[in-house]
């Protein structure tokens, strides 16, 4: 067996061990599952990196802080805003900004179907 193979089943030994620290830290499953999905997407980019088999514990607990705190960062920097009701129709907009909204149906309908989907949702 490779050392490559031995860090890939390492890695999925620890898969549900990174998953209940994210669902510590996060405030949603969906959240707690997107985090572990990045942790374990760098874990196996890393695991090239591990010089010490004995090391790969530290290492990869490494991996686990760093990524987090990446979300962190990430997170605090996400804006977000609340659509109210008093949505305004086109006959009531500026003429500015109607210009902008045509740019964004342009800019939507270059999207792939799925991705035009998912930003509208």
Not at 32 to 54: V, Y
Not at 60 to 77: P, S
Request: net charge negative; hydrophobic share 35%; charged share 30%.
């Amino acid at each position: 067996m490779t050392s490559q193979n031995q860090y890939g089943e390492r890695i999925a030994e620890m898969s549900k061990t990174i998953f209940l620290y994210c669902m510590n830290k996060t405030h949603s499953r969906q959240e707690a599952e997107d985090l572990s999905q990045d942790i374990l997407c760098e874990l196996i980019k890393a695991s090239g990196n591990i010089r010490d088999e004995s090391a790969f514990y530290g290492f990869m607990w490494a991996v686990v802080g760093n990524v987090y705190k990446q979300w962190v960062r990430k997170q605090t920097n996400r804006k977000e805003c609340e659509l109210t009701e008093d949505i305004p129709t086109e006959d009531t907009l500026s003429e500015e900004e109607n210009t902008d909204i045509y740019l964004l149906r342009r800019e939507l309908a270059l999207l792939s179907e799925k991705y035009r989907r998912a930003t509208i949702l």
